[in-house]
């Protein structure tokens, strides 16, 4: 595998910008991934590069050029050829099977002899939910919604020495400021001062990422308490609804895809046995407000683990039936 050490994309003012797309955006179990690279204004003949973004800490700047002036951020990751695409290929989508953790990709183009190439893309996200055994994320307060100037502390964990916390804001160059944050080796305390969503997940000094979440903080006074991470299938999850400053005067109602599905006196929905069926967007509501609503995803961990061992089974006896009829 081919690794080119880069401080990100540096090209030279007034080079052709190549866009990449990524879908889906986060990762269910056995869905493929497709990158699609695209030149602008430009015509046919390009050669297409795809390239993996696996996170340098070492490296600390990289320069981005766009309209003309130059920007700089803090993040720097090293760029890996994806599988077959050194000499780069026709096509300018390329399809990614078996993808479990989240990932980074990069693309750019080529065309001509001596080979003339566009800029490299802006860094594209796939999502995954999942814990990378290299490199997890947790959150504090254990819930996706929070108050706008709650202080929200997120954790890195995993078998490296360091790590940074990461949200899609950070890498572009027209950061913007939203929260005051404050770093301290594997935690970082995030404080918003403004309403956000946003994607936040971990990478460390061995070059893995961590699962992702979602983050949102909210202007209001009231909020959906729901896990940041999702539930296993068979498991229970309670639901909760969270007022600022005061307790519920009133019955609150809890809303799944837009739809009424109970009225509660003490502000808490409560599901014994997840199944597949309860995976949906969830809000809640009370005296005239409402919270935002968040995904409740569903993890089919014992449908895999039956499926495992069901193959694992049948892998035993094919070996024992060959075995036997050498012996034979």
Not at 154 to 173: A, D, F, H, Q, W
Request: hydrophobic share 35%.
């Amino acid at each position: 595998m081919s690794t080119e050490l880069l401080l990100h994309p540096s090209p030279a003012v007034g080079t052709t910008e190549s866009v990449l797309t990524v879908s889906p955006s986060w990762l269910s179990p056995g869905a493929s991934v497709t990158l699609s690279c695209e030149v602008k204004d430009s015509s046919a003949g390009w050669r297409f590069y795809w390239y993996k973004a696996v996170p340098d800490l070492l490296h600390v700047f990289m320069m981005y050029y766009r309209r003309r002036r130059s920007l700089y951020s803090s993040i720097g990751y090293n760029f890996e050829h994806l599988p077959g695409t050194i000499k780069g290929t026709v096509e300018n989508s390329y399809i990614i099977h078996g993808q479990k953790h989240t990932a980074g990709y990069f693309c750019r183009a080529g065309r001509g002899n001596p080979e003339y190439f566009t800029e490299y893309s802006e860094i594209q996200f796939v999502w995954s939910a999942d814990s990378h055994p290299a490199a997890s994320l947790s959150v504090s307060p254990d819930r996706e919604q929070h108050f706008i100037s709650e202080s929200v502390t997120l954790n890195c964990g995993g078998n490296s020495t360091e790590y940074r916390v990461m949200t899609p804001s950070k890498i572009s160059p027209w950061y913007s400021d939203i929260y005051f944050e404050e770093v301290n080796r594997f935690t970082t305390r995030i404080r918003a001062h403004s309403p956000s969503t946003a994607v936040y997940w971990c990478e460390s000094e061995s070059g893995e990422f961590s699962n992702a979440v979602n983050v949102t903080t909210h202007g209001g006074d009231l909020i959906l308490v729901s896990p940041v991470h999702p539930v296993n299938e068979g498991d229970s999850v309670t639901l909760g609804c969270k007022l600022r400053s005061e307790n519920f005067t009133s019955t609150v109602g809890f809303f799944k895809n837009d739809k009424l599905i109970q009225n509660a006196v003490r502000g808490e929905l409560s599901i014994p046995a997840v199944s597949a069926s309860d995976e949906g967007f969830y809000r809640c509501g009370h005296s005239g407000e409402v919270s935002p609503q968040s995904w409740v995803a569903v993890k089919c961990e014992l449908l895999f683990h039956a499926f495992s061992q069901l193959i694992f089974s049948l892998i035993r006896i094919t070996i024992c039936c060959r075995e036997n009829k050498y012996k034979a």
